[in-house]
């Protein structure tokens, strides 16, 4: 079994929609959770950044984290198709300079 | 804007040949540096953690001798392929913490090697 479980989609949602992206994992050290966004060819963005169970929003992304059921939610609302890319779950036990787990990442496409 | 740099962004060399991709903290210090792998509609794959001052960590089956890592500052790693051969060719992505109290990880924008 994998660390982190990340459903790898692809998803196709049209434009406007609310956009629902999710990761399980095993480990209950992690305490870091992260959302990343990657385009063709590009490195990862930085999309989000939560530290242990809550919620967290930022403009049209809105951040979960459920300790208690070790599952991490992305949420994309009124989703625009420059949305359409990779988001990529991700996790560490501890602060500071730490190796972080990744899920498969999801492929988003958001129709016009 | 960009807080961590790649450099070259695409590399095209012959087998045989040795290349070096230079990835910089643009304006916070990282004592420490990730260096990914990602193949074609892949994750990112941990090859070695780069520390200033001291010996890479290289994560399970990655050759040491074959990717060499130098932390040669507080803001620059570089990785050498070595003896570079078609499948090494790859996208090749760094990452570094910016720091207290969050230590945020930053991305480069990564570099394409081919070899052919």
């Known amino acids: 079994q994998?660390?982190?479980?990340?459903?790898?989609?692809?998803?196709?949602?049209?434009?406007?929609?609310?956009?629902?992206?999710?990761?399980?994992?095993?480990?209950?050290?992690?305490?870091?959770?992260?959302w990343y966004r990657q385009y063709s060819r590009k490195g990862p963005e930085l999309l989000m950044y939560t530290y242990s169970s809550g919620n967290k929003e930022d403009g049209r992304f809105t951040a979960q984290v459920?300790?208690?059921?070790k599952y991490i939610s992305l949420f994309i609302r009124d989703s625009q198709p420059s949305d359409s890319a990779t988001y990529l779950c991700a996790m560490s036990a501890g602060q500071g300079a730490q190796k972080l787990v990744f899920g498969q990442g999801t492929r988003l496409t958001i129709n016009p | 804007g960009a807080v961590v740099s790649q450099h070259p962004s695409r590399?095209?060399?012959?087998?045989?040949?040795?290349?070096?991709?230079?990835?910089?903290?643009?304006?916070?210090?990282a004592t420490t540096m990730f260096w990914y792998r990602q193949f074609p509609k892949k994750s990112l794959m941990l090859m070695a953690t780069s520390n200033e001052g001291s010996k890479a960590t290289y994560e399970q089956g990655v050759e040491k001798d074959k990717f060499l890592i130098n932390h040669a500052s507080?803001?620059?790693?570089?990785?050498?392929?070595?003896?570079?051969?078609?499948?090494?060719?790859?996208f090749y992505i760094c990452s570094a913490?910016?720091?207290?109290?969050?230590?945020e990880q930053y991305f480069g924008p990564g570099t394409r090697l081919t070899v052919t």
């Open chain 1, 66 to 69: 459920d300790k208690s059921s």
């Open chain 1, 2 to 34: 994998k660390e982190v479980e990340q459903d790898p989609g692809p998803l196709s949602v049209p434009e406007g929609a609310i956009v629902s992206l999710n990761c399980t994992y095993s480990n209950s050290a992690f305490q870091y959770f992260m």
């Open chain 2, 97 to 103: 913490p910016r720091g207290s109290p969050s230590y």
């Open chain 2, 74 to 90: 507080l803001t620059l790693s570089t990785l050498t392929v070595t003896s570079a051969h078609p499948e090494d060719s790859s």
């Open chain 2, 11 to 29: 590399v095209i060399c012959k087998s045989g040949t040795s290349v070096k991709i230079e990835c910089r903290s643009l304006d916070f210090q």
